[in-house]
């Protein structure tokens, strides 16, 4: 699997847990809600600079999007 599909997938899921929409998640990361849906769709590969707004955001490490957990995935 490819890095970009795993950080969508991370991304995705985690904001599933918070139960956030993509526009509540693009608010708090100060993106446009486009943007975000396109991260998790694989589409673009977000920056590191967008990757650490993601993550606090989220209020969690950076590093959990890269994280090839394959139970996670099938969420």
Same mark, same amino acid.
């Not at 795993?6 to 100060?30: F, G, M, P, S, Y």
């Given at each position: 699997?490819? !890095?970009?599909? &795993?950080?969508?997938?991370?991304?995705?899921?985690?904001?599933?847990?918070?139960?956030?929409?993509?526009? +509540?998640? %693009?608010?708090? *990361?100060?993106? /446009? *809600?486009?943007? &975000?849906?396109?991260? +998790?769709?694989?589409?673009? /590969?977000?920056?590191? /600079?967008?990757?650490?707004?993601? %993550?606090? *955001? !989220?209020?969690?490490?950076?590093?959990?999007?890269?994280?090839?957990? @394959?139970? %996670?995935?099938? @969420?």
């Amino acid at each position: 699997m490819e !890095l970009t599909e &795993v950080v969508a997938l991370n991304i995705r899921r985690i904001r599933h847990e918070r139960k956030l929409t993509q526009e +509540e998640l %693009a608010d708090k *990361a100060d993106l /446009s *809600a486009r943007y &975000v849906g396109k991260i +998790e769709q694989g589409r673009v /590969s977000p920056t590191i /600079s967008v990757i650490g707004r993601l %993550a606090k *955001a !989220l209020e969690i490490d950076p590093c959990d999007f890269l994280k090839n957990d @394959h139970s %996670a995935a099938k @969420h």
